[in-house]
């Protein structure tokens, strides 16, 4: 029995496993770097809520159709569905929309653009405004929306 030492009991196994997830995706960027992250839920098909930095987020140069209709809640579904497969989630703000909500360019875990998935997907549109203005915080990301557009 030299080699008892050498196991791991269960419990420092959960222990190590927990607070290696909690460390890697379960707290909120540093408030320095100017990103907010960690999982999000959706609230529209173009806002979510990122409860680990209390932050509601609208998607930057997302148009969505209102929850009044159906089409709005299509893409409410399909912006949850995203998030079930992709989470947690990366958002760079780039202003802030007249109600406060916090405007930012999203990626998921596998860096890929939020925005650009759900115009693939169909389900929203671009919001040109932000996109294709002077002011335009991220120019580099157009041709990502261009190969996006189905």
């Known amino acids: 029995m030299a080699f008892k030492s050498l196991q791991a009991s269960p419990v420092r196994v959960y222990v190590a496993t927990a607070l290696t997830l909690l460390t890697t995706f379960g707290t909120p960027a540093k408030a320095e770097d100017g990103l907010i992250a960690g999982n999000a839920i959706t609230v529209t098909g173009d806002t979510l809520f990122i409860a680990s930095a209390d932050a509601t987020v609208r998607l930057w140069g997302l148009e969505t159709p209102a929850m009044s209709l159906p089409e709005g809640r299509h893409s409410k579904a ?73």
């Open 78 to 150: 399909t912006m949850a569905r995203l998030l079930r497969h992709c989470n947690p989630i990366k958002c760079e703000p780039a202003g802030t929309a007249p109600d406060g909500t916090v405007v930012a360019r999203c990626i998921d875990f596998y860096g890929k653009d939020l925005t650009a998935l759900m115009i693939k997907a169909g389900v929203g549109s671009e919001r040109l405004e932000e996109t294709r203005g002077a002011n335009s915080r991220f120019p580099d990301v157009w041709p990502i929306y261009e190969e996006a557009k189905p």
